[in-house]
């Protein structure tokens, strides 16, 4: 009896322990920085919330502490609701200098009723116009979902709810460029751009509507290469090899082809117009 009561204890402490290890790695305060908006982005209920509002004078927006080379990582977001024409919700990874590399979820506001359209970008060494845009299945302001991105050796996925909408593989073997060696920073911001984000920048933001604000819960980082400083070498989490190699299997890639066939708006892969020269290259090599 004494020996299973010992065995209770311990397991008791090592699930108490287990928790706080999980509220710890989605902490805010521990993971992020807010950088800009004079007070416009908060953070609240003991680190588990973070808040981003723009006005008619500013936007705001934080960064993480952590530069990330390949990782799983994801964020619950709840988007501004209403009327929303003019406004963007930026979740991405980026590098620095002029030769960036950088992976983009952006979310762009639409008027009440109207679908928010997401925005997805792969920029390497500086160079993008990779974008695929798609509708959502749900209403991304009525509650929080989780938007991942997935990043390794392999290829880049980027996936909602767990469902993958997009791939870009890793073709460096036929001349197509890789974000491999730049580590990146967390990036996310909510700020105005009504010369362009709703219906072509026809539609402006109606500034009695604001303050706008964004949501962001359950950040989650735990299967990622990374580092605190500039000066240390990224190092990986031990169970890396759970999603290091990973590619998608049958029934993903039958989720990404629902997904594609009916909430995909744009895909630079069939834009002739816009590459009369041709394709870029990855589009060619399925």
Request: net charge negative.
């Amino acid at each position: 009896m004494a020996a299973l009561a010992t065995k209770q204890s311990l397991l008791l402490l090592l699930s108490s322990l287990l928790l706080l290890i999980g509220v710890s790695t989605g902490s805010f305060y521990d993971n992020f920085d807010i950088t800009w908006g004079d007070g416009r982005a908060n953070i609240f209920e003991s680190g588990e919330l973070l808040t981003c509002t723009l006005d008619k004078i500013s936007g705001s927006g934080f960064q993480s502490k952590k530069e990330y080379l390949f990782g799983k990582i994801d964020m619950k977001m709840k988007l501004v609701a209403g009327n929303s024409a003019g406004t963007v919700t930026a979740y991405y990874l980026s590098s620095k200098g002029e030769t960036w590399d950088e992976i983009d979820f952006e979310f762009l506001g639409n008027v009440t009723g109207q679908p928010y359209v997401l925005h997805t970008n792969v920029f390497t060494g500086g160079k993008g116009n990779r974008e695929m845009q798609f509708y959502l299945w749900f209403d991304p302001t009525a509650d929080f979902h989780t938007y991942t991105v997935l990043w390794n050796p392999l290829n880049i996925i980027f996936l909602v709810d767990g469902i993958p909408i997009r791939v870009f593989k890793n073709n460096e073997a036929h001349g197509v460029a890789y974000p491999k060696s730049q580590p990146m920073k967390i990036y996310s911001s909510l700020w105005e751009a009504d010369d362009w984000a709703t219906q072509g920048g026809r539609v402006k933001t109606d500034w009695n509507n604001a303050p706008f604000s964004a949501f962001y819960r359950s950040f989650n980082d735990v299967d990622c290469c990374s580092r605190t400083s500039i000066w240390n070498w990224v190092t990986c989490n031990a169970n890396s090899n759970s999603w290091m190699w990973t590619t998608l299997n049958p029934n993903q890639v039958g989720q990404m082809k629902w997904v594609q066939d009916d909430y995909m708006i744009y895909n630079y892969c069939t834009d002739y117009k816009r590459f009369p020269q041709g394709l870029p290259t990855e589009c060619n090599l399925g």
